[in-house]
């Protein structure tokens, strides 16, 4: 449900995302708590609008006859409209819409067929021709695809027992290809459900529960998650297993691992140990990990599908300072393995230069490595994903 008093709410939160670049799921969180006075249909109202406005905002200002740099509260309104009316939704009477040209609206909505891609879907230019150089034809479907909002998927908690239907409501499993992976059928407040303080679950994309098992860690193994962040893949890992062997997550950010530290408590992951990324320790951990996963910065193009406020900061230039990033940590973290040790190299980018062509380069500087497995995940019911499994001969 939306109210006219919501407007200066998605105002603010366009503004803050596409015009300073904050991230919209912080951003939407600080918005939803400022008025306590919102019930649950209002917030869901703002958090809706709000992030198709995101998604949509270069299609909708075609539809709306604004610029894409348009970002004044007219326009907003603007905008609004038009994505009501995309969505055959009737025009509130408010005043706001009073003075809008609703047939011109109507006449850019059956006109947008035949516009270029990039107006159709909703992406800038440069990142647009920067995609289809690498994908081709292929982008269009996975362009469409990364449009459509994505579901939310939790991985059960294999250390706190047997899967138990009855402490999640409204939900189903995901498939037999990833065997705790679980689709939530109704959105609702997770965080407040006993079973996730119990640490029973974690809310974890399907396609990024495929990454910890790629690895093959066995329990008893000594393995070093070497861009952790949060922490959603260790905890995996931990689970997989079984509370047994170590865990070494390291991150440049410590407050990343704080977080790490909470969550890994709640997930009863005794066996991880959270560590602030220099260079001394790298040293030290030189020729010890049976395991090591690199959970690699990216362009975040397979995750647009969550993250929509993202591809308006993308460019030929952030991507490339990205892939010089990750073709660093490949260089640096290898020599963390023990000689038969194996690395994942992952993203969650569909670009090849940020994975198969970062791979071959760095193969073709390192012999004593060789590949063993890649995995493509395009975007679809889950995220995109990337993933390759070297051994260290």
């Given at each position: ?148 909002p994505a579901p939310v998927h939790l991985r059960w908690n294999t250390l ?114 959270a560590r602030e990324i220099n260079k001394t320790g790298l040293n030290r ?109």
């Amino acid at each position: 449900m939306l109210h006219p008093a919501h407007l200066n709410a998605l105002h603010e939160l366009c503004r803050l995302c596409l015009v300073e670049g904050r991230a919209a799921d912080k951003v939407m969180a600080d918005i939803l708590k400022a008025d306590p006075r919102r019930g649950s249909r209002d917030r869901a109202g703002i958090a809706s609008f709000g992030y198709d406005l995101i998604r949509w905002w270069r299609t909708l200002g075609f539809l709306a006859g604004v610029p894409i740099t348009a970002f004044d509260l007219p326009s907003l309104h603007k905008r609004l409209a038009a994505l009501m009316l995309w969505n055959k939704q009737p025009l509130p009477p408010w005043r706001e819409f009073g003075h809008l040209k609703i047939n011109e609206i109507h006449q850019r909505i059956l006109d947008l067929p035949n516009q270029p891609f990039a107006v159709q879907e909703s992406y800038p230019d440069e990142l647009h021709s920067l995609v289809a150089m690498e994908l081709g034809e292929a982008w269009q479907h996975i362009g469409r695809e990364l449009n459509i909002p994505a579901p939310v998927h939790l991985r059960w908690n294999t250390l706190k027992g047997p899967y138990q239907a009855d402490l999640i409501p409204d939900h189903r499993a995901f498939g037999p290809e990833r065997p705790d992976a679980l689709v939530l059928t109704d959105r609702k407040n997770l965080f407040s459900l006993p079973a996730f303080q119990e640490g029973y679950f974690e809310v974890q994309d399907a396609g990024s529960q495929a990454i910890a098992p790629f690895l093959q860690a066995e329990p008893g193994q000594r393995v070093v998650d070497a861009c952790a962040g949060a922490g959603g893949k260790t905890l995996h890992l931990a689970a997989l297993m079984e509370n047994k062997g170590k865990i070494i997550a390291m991150d440049v950010h410590g407050y990343k691992l704080e977080e790490l530290r909470r969550r890994a408590r709640r997930a009863t992951a005794f066996n991880v140990e959270a560590r602030e990324i220099n260079k001394t320790g790298l040293n030290r951990l030189r020729g010890t990990a049976d395991r090591l996963l690199l959970d690699v910065p990216c362009s975040g193009l397979g995750v647009l599908k969550r993250n929509p406020d993202a591809k308006w900061h993308l460019n030929s230039e952030s991507i490339l300072k990205v892939r010089k990033t990750q073709a660093e940590i490949l260089q640096n973290y290898a020599e963390i393995l023990k000689s038969g040790g194996k690395l994942v190299y992952a993203t969650c980018s569909i670009l090849p230069s940020e994975n198969q062509n970062q791979v071959e380069l760095f193969l073709g500087k390192h012999p004593n490595f060789e590949w063993e497995e890649e995995l493509h995940i395009a975007p679809g019911n889950t995220d995109g994903f990337y993933m390759a499994r070297l051994r260290k001969k």
